[in-house]
């Protein structure tokens, strides 16, 4: 069997296109941004051409998106920055945020640190309880607060309502940032509309380059550099531009805007259609977060049962050429298991695997992991 790819939540194959567009900026326009000459104005040129590429896909300013190394980069900006320079002295967020924003904030929260953190309540599918963050806002009103809320969760697909969070933090004047990293080149985003004050992106998560992505700052919350040490992005953001990287990841959203629909109805029939067929073949399997219509389309998490030939599936699906996660990939080199898992359901027994797809991934393939989950897991006498 050819080796089949459903980490796609983990880092997605980079695009042809994008490759292609890729190339000049690493041959031929080679010059530093930052240089005065010719071979400096036009990489320079490059570069601000798909800043405004990407502020008119999400209707914002070219002046509101600095351009990062990625993901994590611009997660840890935003919270630092935000209690150093804004005044900030409350952070609510989640407990299964990234690791990204979790450690930071408590790191910023610590014994003696300058920051409280509030830890949000959630439903069983891992949603922020409104009601819980608009009593946590009342109560730090007036004390500088910052809300951190991740769009989509990256190992359970679990999406918040944006728009009724930003609407809680506009009314009582507390800033609003989301980790939009899963989300950001398979929805939509309206920026001038959307009550967000910061948002993050990696470009790899949608058929971009590795180690670029970008922060989104609202022109009315301007933070100060967290790398110190040259003047690139506006002085926002010191070091060498990634030239080729940003060029790369402004051609992938562009093409995710462009084939988004087409994408989108393919990805969520190929979930569609693993869910049903696990539900055929794998007695007692299971879904966390939400595995409808309203979670993110590109991930299902499963929980398969406990069997005594469920504990090395991880290891066997990957012995059979079928590469997945057993929870976050930026965890991968740690053996505490899933912090999102550990809260959402801290007594499931069982294995939990997430299956995550792109628009590179087929039926056939579906089909092909299904049979062999069926092999690993379901008896011969139970198949007859």
């Known amino acids: 069997m050819d080796r089949i790819y459903f980490d796609n939540a983990a880092t997605t194959a980079i695009d042809p296109e994008v490759f292609d567009a890729m190339v ?17 104005r036009e990489t320079r040129a490059a570069l601000e051409r798909s800043r405004r590429q990407v ?32 005044g900030v002295k409350h952070i609510i967020t989640s407990p299964i945020e990234h690791h990204a924003i979790e450690l930071t904030a408590h790191a910023l929260c610590g014994d003696n640190g ?52 930003g609407a809680l933090c506009r009314k009582y004047n507390a800033l609003f940032h989301s980790d939009t990293v899963q989300t950001m080149g398979h929805y939509a985003f309206d920026l001038a509309t959307l ?3 910061f948002i993050t992106c990696a470009a790899h998560k949608f058929h971009g380059p590795k180690g670029v ?15 110190l040490g040259g003047s690139q992005e506006r002085n926002m953001r010191a070091g060498t531009e990634n030239l ?6 402004a051609k992938a959203l562009e093409i995710a805007y462009r084939d988004l629909d087409e994408h989108q109805s393919h990805v969520q029939g190929l979930k569609d259609r693993m869910k049903e067929r696990l539900k055929e073949e794998i007695p007692g399997v299971g879904f966390n977060g939400d595995a409808s219509h309203n979670g993110l389309y ?8 406990e069997n005594g030939r469920s504990e090395m599936l991880l290891y066997n699906l990957d012995i059979e050429g079928v590469a997945c996660s057993g929870g976050s990939a930026c965890s991968s080199g740690s053996n505490t298991g899933s912090h999102v898992l550990r809260t959402l359901y801290p007594e499931r ?7 995550s797809f792109s628009r590179f991934s087929t039926v056939a393939e579906v089909e092909q992991v299904v049979a062999v989950l069926k092999r690993i897991l379901v008896p011969v006498a139970e198949k007859v």
């Open 298 to 305: 590109t991930v299902l998490s499963v929980c398969f049962p």
């Open 114 to 165: 300058p920051a409280k953190a509030h830890w949000l309540r959630l439903d069983a599918e891992g949603r922020p309880e409104l009601a819980h963050l608009e009593e946590l806002l009342q109560a730090t009103k007036g004390e500088g607060v910052i809300v951190s809320i991740m769009h989509a969760n990256n190992e359970i697909g679990t999406r918040s309502d944006l728009e009724a969070i």
């Open 349 to 355: 027994p069982g294995a939990n695997i997430r299956f």
């Open 213 to 227: 992505g970008f922060l989104f700052m609202r022109n009315s919350s301007v933070l100060k550099p967290m790398i």
């Open 55 to 86: 502020a008119a896909l999400l209707n914002c300013a070219p002046g509101e998106i600095i351009f990062t190394s990625g993901g994590t980069e611009a997660d840890n900006m935003v919270l630092n920055c935000a209690v150093r320079d804004l």
């Open 244 to 249: 080729h990287g940003i060029v790369g990841l």
């Open 24 to 40: 000049p900026y690493m041959r031929e326009h080679y010059g530093n941004p930052s240089a005065i000459h010719a071979f400096g």
């Open 195 to 197: 009550p967000v004050d």
